[in-house]
T-cell receptor, first 113, second 114 residues
Framework: AQSVTQLGSHVSVSEGALVLLRCNYS??????LFWYVQYPNQGLQLLLK??????LVKGINGFEAEFKKSETSFHLTKPSAHMSDAAEYFC???????????FGKGTLLTVNP | DVKVTQSSRYLVKRTGEKVFLECVQD?????MFWYRQDPGLGLRLIYF???????EKGDIPEGYSVSREKKERFSLILESASTNQTSMYLC?????????????FGSGTQLSVL
């Protein structure tokens, strides 16, 4: 069984400020972890993924995430927010001989000028 | 680039109607998925398919069925639509593997059941 908890359904930051979106996972097997982003009126697209290589994963648009097994966390960060980062962000987990990808409930990021 | 195409962006149906949502991918992907997205609930997996004519239930399969007769096409069927099936439906595909591959999503179908 696997699950994802995203802490904070809505995060608001100022342009230029640090973005931190939190994700904790539960998995009975070594997990694969993902962050997806959804812009308004669009489907989801992959930001980055962790598949048991380096624990610090760099993605598109300046985002990165760190896998911390001891904390069962995979938080998403970006040093400096841009207006174009405003979107909904989803953390997801899969693992083992399991095609299923389980998503969190999402975090809506608002960037204020 | 992989393209996942969902046949309708908006759909309005009446209670009790049989509804077909169509999804086509153009990259020879093995796996295809149907999710529904509701505010505050995120994405929930309805059904997925890892090969032609193969399907497995996801987390919320009740009231839905699927069909995959050809590799590129995955259809979601609401046998008798109900108002609680009003939602955004997202189709996705992935190359293969066991969950380590990225998903490519369509733009979604917003279904309203009246």
């Amino acid at each position: 069984a696997q699950s994802v908890t995203q802490l904070g359904s809505h995060v608001s930051v100022s342009e230029g400020a640090l973005v931190l979106l939190r994700c904790n996972y539960s998995s009975s097997v070594p997990p694969y972890l993902f962050w997806y982003v959804q812009y308004p009126n669009q489907g989801l697209q992959l930001l980055l993924k962790y598949t048991s290589a380096a624990t610090l994963v760099k993605g598109i648009n300046g985002f990165e995430a760190e896998f911390k097994k001891s904390e069962t966390s995979f938080h998403l960060t970006k040093p400096s927010a841009h207006m174009s980062d405003a979107a909904e962000y989803f953390c997801a987990v899969s693992g083992g001989s399991n095609y299923k990808l389980t998503f969190g409930k999402g975090t809506l990021l608002t960037v204020n000028p | 680039d992989v393209k996942v195409t969902q046949s309708s962006r908006y759909l309005v149906k009446r209670t009790g109607e049989k509804v077909f949502l169509e999804c086509v991918q153009d990259m020879d992907h093995e796996n295809m998925f149907w999710y529904r997205q509701d505010p505050g609930l995120g994405l929930r997996l309805i059904y997925f398919s890892y090969d032609v004519k193969m399907k497995e239930k996801g987390d919320i399969p009740e009231g839905y069925s699927v069909s995959r007769e050809k590799k590129e096409r995955f259809s979601l069927i609401l046998e008798s639509a109900s108002t609680n099936q009003t939602s955004m439906y997202l189709c996705a595909s992935s190359l293969g593997g066991f969950g380590e591959e990225k998903l490519f999503f369509g733009s979604g179908t917003q279904l309203s059941v009246l």
